[in-house]
Nanobody, 115 residues
Framework: QVQLVESGGGLVQTGGALRATCAAQ????????MNWVRQAPGKGPEWVSK????????WYSDSVKGRFTVSRDNAKNTLYLEMNSLKPEDTALYYC????????WGQGTQVTVSS
């Protein structure tokens, strides 16, 4: 079955960096665009980034544009989110999610940015 397993979150200070990773299995990874979505405490989900099936095109929300970079390794069925210049408002549970419309989510990895 479809499995999306995130890792790489953690606690960093303002201005720090982290890289989240999502390992995908149970489906043809190269057939799908992939997303990162985050949810802060007490708030609804916020779409962060999307990458085309071949990695050739990427999209970002205004809130992370210029600071975050999404990439994928199709040989390893893995999705990445490089997060730089982190701010306290980036604190959230970060999920990788398949497709558009999104049909599967992982369990999330926690990113906490201290001020």
């Amino acid at each position: 079955q479809v499995q999306l397993v995130e890792s790489g979150g953690g606690l960093v200070q303002t201005g720090g960096a982290l890289r989240a990773t999502c390992a995908a299995q149970g489906f043809t990874y190269t057939a799908y665009c992939m997303n990162w979505v985050r949810q802060a405490p007490g708030k609804g989900p916020e779409w962060v980034s999307k990458i085309k099936f071949d990695g050739g095109t990427t999209w970002y929300s205004d809130s992370v544009k210029g600071r975050f970079t999404v990439s994928r390794d199709n040989a390893k069925n893995t999705l990445y989110l490089e997060m730089n210049s982190l701010k306290p408002e980036d604190t959230a549970l970060y999920y990788c999610a398949r497709g558009r419309p999104i049909d599967y989510w992982g369990q999330g990895t926690q990113v906490t940015v201290s001020s």
